[in-house]
């Protein structure tokens, strides 16, 4: 062997990993390819192994060295497609779904490019030209009920990221919305508080307000039955123009708390006659409570249940990669839907009362 060729390092494989925590190359494969039970101690070594030798997997080898793939079906490429609507105004932000998305697609050996609708005169030409890049498998960051994807979604494995879109019935992964209102009700009632009120945006996305709204329901029903009768269900829009039937509420039910699934009722509360004369400034947490069922980066303070939306994109990409290394596309006959389970964050916006 040559200096050249002995200065080349050999490739980090399975073997190399396996030796290095001393497991099997099989429990190694399981780990990395995400199949199969692995405990979770030895999950974190097989992971922290690949991580210090520079693991990186070749998706295109995966899938052709498994010989799964239907009749028909082309080589996978090694990139994935993220479709998402035109910022509004234009934004250089990224969202934590697209962070957590590329964040996993790079560990597992994928590339991720973006794909903007306003960029396209139609989604037709947009799948059009994803499907010629030789793209499988695409990610749709969620948005409103009514936009008609006119994909061709037999050429892909195709995820939508965030609430589930009607007209579009694949697969999705999305917040555990029931579970994070419970969460929010929960942590009210274990602080004291008696009269919980729960205000909901109007996101016009049925996979958001429908599970909200259903959760409400059930929540107030039970509280009834330990607390007495409670504020009834506020619905506003996301903007100030709702301020006035907000203040109404809030004089009419008496809450001492808002658990609420948008950080706009918090302005409106401490501003108080700044957005509507009825509506008196209030203290928060002193004179009533709040809690956001939405990550809010801009209130630290603010005591709220995370939606982890970051780990919306990487279950999201480790859902993509299962399947197409197994050669699977196409519309599903039955959509798979994951849902990720939120966390309570304490703030200072609740009190012990």
Same mark, same amino acid.
């Given at each position: 062997?040559?200096?050249?060729?002995?200065?080349?390092?050999?490739?980090?494989?399975?073997?190399?990993?396996?030796?290095?925590?001393?497991?099997?190359?099989?429990?190694?494969?399981? =780990?990395?390819?995400?199949?199969?039970?692995?405990?979770?101690?030895?999950?974190?070594?097989?992971?922290?192994?690949?991580?210090?030798?520079?693991?990186?997997?070749?998706?295109?080898?995966?899938?052709?060295?498994?010989?799964? @793939?239907?009749?028909?079906?082309?080589?996978?490429?090694?990139?994935?497609?993220?479709?998402?609507?035109?910022?509004?105004?234009?934004?250089?932000?990224?969202?934590?779904?697209?962070?957590?998305?590329?964040?996993?697609?790079?560990?597992?050996?994928?590339?991720?490019?973006?794909?903007?609708?306003?960029?396209?005169?139609?989604?037709?030409?947009?799948?059009?030209?994803?499907?010629?890049?030789?793209?499988?498998? =695409?990610?749709?960051?969620?948005?409103?009920?009514?936009?008609?994807?006119?994909?061709? @979604?037999?050429?892909?494995?195709?995820?939508?990221?965030?609430?589930?879109?009607?007209?579009?019935? =694949?697969?999705?992964?999305?917040?555990?919305?029931?579970?994070?209102?419970?969460?929010?009700?929960?942590?009210?009632?274990?602080?004291?508080?008696?009269?919980?009120?729960?205000?909901?945006?109007?996101?016009?996305?049925?996979?958001?307000?429908?599970?909200?709204?259903?959760?409400?329901?059930?929540?107030?029903?039970?509280?009834?039955?330990?607390?007495?009768?409670?504020?009834?269900?506020?619905?506003?829009?996301?903007?100030?123009?709702? =301020?006035?039937?907000?203040?109404?509420?809030?004089?009419?039910?008496?809450?001492?708390?808002?658990?609420?699934?948008?950080?706009?009722?918090?302005?409106?509360?401490?501003?108080?006659?700044?957005?509507?004369?009825?509506?008196?400034?209030?203290?928060?947490?002193?004179?009533?409570?709040?809690?956001?069922?939405?990550?809010?980066?801009?209130?630290?303070?603010?005591?709220?249940?995370?939606?982890?939306?970051?780990?919306?994109?990487?279950?999201?990409?480790?859902?993509?990669?299962?399947?197409?290394?197994?050669?699977?596309?196409?519309?599903?006959?039955?959509?798979?839907?994951?849902?990720?389970?939120?966390?309570?964050?304490?703030?200072?916006?609740?009190?012990?009362?």
């Amino acid at each position: 062997m040559n200096a050249e060729n002995a200065s080349v390092p050999s490739p980090v494989n399975y073997r190399r990993i396996a030796e290095a925590c001393g497991v099997g190359k099989t429990t190694v494969g399981r =780990v990395l390819q995400g199949t199969g039970y692995v405990a979770e101690k030895t999950r974190e070594k097989v992971l922290q192994a690949a991580k210090k030798l520079g693991y990186r997997p070749d998706p295109a080898l995966g899938a052709l060295t498994r010989r799964r @793939w239907p009749l028909g079906a082309k080589p996978q490429t090694a990139t994935l497609a993220w479709i998402h609507q035109p910022l509004l105004p234009p934004s250089h932000q990224l969202a934590p779904e697209f962070v957590g998305a590329r964040q996993r697609a790079a560990e597992l050996g994928y590339q991720l490019d973006e794909f903007s609708l306003g960029d396209y005169p139609t989604t037709a030409a947009l799948g059009h030209v994803i499907y010629h890049r030789g793209i499988r498998g =695409v990610l749709i960051q969620a948005f409103r009920d009514g936009i008609n994807l006119e994909l061709d @979604w037999e050429h892909f494995f195709t995820i939508f990221v965030g609430p589930e879109n009607d007209l579009a019935r =694949v697969h999705n992964v999305q917040a555990d919305f029931r579970s994070a209102l419970h969460q929010g009700v929960q942590a009210c009632c274990s602080r004291g508080y008696q009269r919980i009120g729960i205000a909901l945006m109007n996101y016009r996305a049925s996979g958001t307000d429908v599970p909200f709204h259903a959760q409400a329901l059930f929540e107030i029903d039970r509280l009834g039955q330990t607390l007495g009768a409670q504020p009834a269900i506020h619905h506003y829009e996301p903007s100030d123009d709702s =301020v006035r039937d907000f203040a109404t509420w809030v004089r009419r039910e008496r809450p001492d708390v808002v658990i609420s699934t948008n950080v706009q009722p918090y302005y409106w509360l401490t501003g108080g006659d700044y957005f509507d004369r009825r509506l008196r400034a209030r203290r928060i947490p002193e004179e009533i409570g709040f809690l956001c069922l939405r990550d809010i980066t801009e209130l630290p303070d603010c005591s709220q249940v995370s939606l982890r939306p970051v780990e919306q994109g990487r279950q999201a990409v480790d859902l993509a990669h299962q399947q197409l290394q197994h050669g699977i596309v196409g519309r599903p006959e039955i959509p798979l839907r994951l849902l990720v389970p939120p966390v309570l964050i304490p703030g200072a916006t609740l009190r012990q009362r």
